[in-house]
């Protein structure tokens, strides 16, 4: 790469402000000779060349070296007036420059800048030439063609420094130019086989319909940095193009070895285009289009299909696609440049995949493409068309890392990707997340997330906005619940391909972490829709009864006494829909129980129709459950009963074998009663007996 002095980019600044003090009148030639003979003035280190190349009334006859001239285009009869054709003059100094073994082509600024018509700019200097082509900057056009023109130039400049011999680089440069073709010329640069040409802070603009900014035919070695801009755009007053009749590229090139890294804004196939040459770098590129709309652009729909269209071997490393159609960056191979490099790009508001990796005809190899920020636009972040050869690398790319593959996918180990298209076959396993040699079709190495409002995955279903059978199976699908902000696993009975699955709710889990089997809101850690639990061997759930994990073990007391508080009743329920569709049944009244155990009922929110039935204040109901030390009251119980029953025992026995009970003889026709307790003849022959 070579770049102009830096004394001459100094002697621009000087020579631009100087410029337009003279077109102002304020500055004389003996004020010149003033400045010259300054111990202070710039001139006094930058002498004027003797030469005498162009007019000596001229203040532009300054050079930035002692071997570097200055050309001001005006000195050959260039007018920028909008009116006067220009082109001849100018061409006239690039000549002069050449013959002068080369110079600086000075533009002075002028309000509409310098037309050409008829012919373009051509520029074919020899071997070791350098010609420097300046202008006011960016703001202030330069070279535009020529209002109103009828034939005008299919280039705008044409460049030729090719030299088949000493294969030279002719350090052509463009600096501080605005070259506009008015939506009329093809191309602003032609390069037809140039080594060496350079842009600094320069644009490129308003190219005629399937036209080019910068067309590089041969040649190698262009340098465009990010101080660069290539645009086609409605200006006002001239509106340029319509949706589908904008030039085809900002960039197109043949060549090799060049860096483009510049701003390229509308183009309708690509911003940046590498054709078939090989070894280009579009770093720190960043290409867009204007989506279309009113406002201040008022401009329609300009965005490219592909922001990057690359063919052959490149390198982009931090470069942008930002509003596109088709995709961001397309990716092809080619027999003669294999391999390359994206790495760190970012793709914003696609229309399509951010990444497009074209290997159709299987030529794409040896690419590595990591560490991109997919952005998740289009129906995939990554897509793959073809079969990607194993030699190329995708993984670890950031946002929404996903292929989607036509026929068949990569075969590379990829630590980051996720496949998506119903109609991929993968020949290999895949390893995501850092699995490195997957065991399984697909296996995960860390989490998983999935992005949307309430994000569901089928199995064996595919989404149409209902759920279907995708073979003739039965399917069923997890994911986010949209009613109740909840977990939920659904399922269907077989069905036939393509038919809607009718999906039941088999189980759920809410925000409040209670699991629902059949029910769709649970209010408890576990709700059933149905009186119909099963565990082998049957009798109570589980919980730890070590004793020695516990302390102030005491007796359960007056457990009769609470027992027979209580009251078992039958009932049927008046909603039996919310309650497992049960015919009648039986159980205890919950209030009743709170009476005697009032630890063993609580409260939980009604459902349904139940709610109807309650205190609409509170809109709760009881709810009852008989934990494990029920139990324990109702062996207690039995245990107390059992006591009783002997001590009478005991005591009737006694009683009747005393003598001194009074009784010569007892006879028993029915029964023996006592109080409320009666005996009959064969409950006593058989407690006497014992």
Request: net charge negative; charged share 15%.
């Amino acid at each position: 790469m070579n770049r102009p002095l830096v004394a001459l980019g100094l002697a621009a600044i000087v020579l631009v402000s100087m410029g337009a003090l003279q077109q102002a009148g304020s500055v004389s030639n003996q004020q010149m000779a003033a400045a010259e003979g300054s111990s202070t003035g710039f001139l006094q280190k930058t002498p004027v060349n003797k030469k005498s190349v162009v007019p000596t009334d001229t203040i532009t006859n300054v050079v930035a070296s002692n071997d570097t001239t200055v050309f001001d285009v005006t000195a050959y009869g260039a007018k920028g007036d909008a009116v006067t054709n220009d082109v001849n003059a100018i061409q006239a100094a690039i000549n002069a420059a050449i013959a002068a073994g080369g110079g600086t082509v000075y533009f002075p600024p002028t309000k509409n800048g310098y037309g050409i018509c008829s012919a373009n700019l051509s520029v074919a200097a020899g071997s070791g030439v350098g010609i420097t082509f300046l202008g006011g900057g960016p703001g202030v056009p330069a070279v535009t063609v020529l209002p109103g023109c009828k034939t005008p130039p299919q280039q705008m400049f044409w460049i030729s420094n090719w030299d088949s011999t000493t294969v030279s680089k002719a350090r052509i440069s463009f600096e501080n130019m605005r070259i506009d073709g008015y939506c009329l010329a093809k191309y602003n640069i032609y390069n037809n086989a140039t080594v060496g040409l350079t842009f600094h802070n320069s644009i490129l603009r308003n190219v005629a319909v399937g036209g080019t900014n910068y067309y590089q035919k041969a040649g190698y070695e262009t340098y465009m940095d990010f101080s660069n801009r290539l645009e086609n755009i409605n200006d006002a007053g001239r509106a340029c193009y319509s949706a589908g009749s904008q030039p085809s590229y900002n960039v197109h090139t043949r060549g090799t070895d060049s860096h483009f890294g510049a701003v390229a804004v509308n183009a309708s196939i690509a911003n940046f285009y590498q054709e078939n040459g090989g070894n280009n770098d579009f770093s720190h590129a960043h290409g867009w289009g204007y989506a279309g709309g009113s406002g201040a652009n008022n401009q329609p729909d300009l965005r490219p299909q592909y922001t990057y269209k690359i063919v052959g071997r490149a390198t982009l490393v931090g470069s942008v696609a930002d509003h596109f159609k088709s995709a961001g960056f397309h990716i092809e191979g080619d027999v003669w440049q294999q391999g390359g490099q994206l790495i760190g790009a970012t793709c914003v508001a696609g229309g399509g995949p951010c990444i497009e990796l074209d290997a159709t005809n299987g030529k794409l190899k040896n690419w590595v493409v990591t560490s991109n920020n997919t952005g998740g636009y289009g129906d995939s972040a990554i897509k793959v068309l073809g079969t990607l050869d194993s030699s190329n690398i995708v993984a670890n790319n950031i946002g929404i890392p996903d292929i989607s593959a036509d026929n068949t996918s990569s075969s590379n180990t990829s630590s980051a990707l996720t496949f998506t298209s119903d109609s991929a076959k993968f020949s290999t396993f895949v390893g995501i997340g850092g699995v490195d040699k997957p065991l399984a079709p697909l296996q995960v190495g860390s989490d998983l997330s999935f992005a949307g409002s309430w994000p569901t995955i089928g199995f064996n279903t595919y989404s149409d906005g209902r759920w279907r059978y995708m073979t003739n199976n039965s399917a069923f699908t997890i994911g986010a619940d949209y009613n109740s902000d909840a977990f939920h696993v659904s399922v269907a009975s077989p069905g036939g391909k393509g038919d809607i699955a009718p999906l039941k709710q088999a189980f759920i889990v809410n925000s409040e972490g209670n699991v629902g089997v059949g029910v769709k809101n649970p209010t408890h850690l576990l709700q059933l829709s149905a009186n119909d639990a099963f565990k082998p061997g049957g009798g109570s759930w589980g919980d730890t009864s070590d004793a020695r994990l516990k302390t102030n073990v005491a007796p359960v007391t007056g457990a009769l006494d609470k027992l027979i508080q209580l009251r078992g009743v039958t009932y049927d329920w008046i909603n039996p829909q919310l309650h497992g569709n049960t015919a009648a049944t039986g159980g205890f009244i919950a209030q009743e129980v709170a009476a005697v155990f009032p630890s063993f009922v609580s409260q939980s929110a009604c459902q349904g129709e139940d709610c109807a039935l309650v205190d609409a204040s509170s809109g709760s109901v009881h709810t009852l459950s008989l934990p494990f030390v029920f139990d324990a009251y109702v062996v207690e119980g039995i245990k107390e009963v059992t006591n009783i029953s002997g001590l009478f025992k005991e005591k009737l026995t006694a009683w009747l074998s005393s003598s001194g009970n009074g009784l010569k003889s007892v006879q028993v026709e029915e029964s023996v009663c006592i109080g409320d307790t009666c005996l009959s003849e064969a409950d006593l022959q058989k407690l006497l007996a014992n």
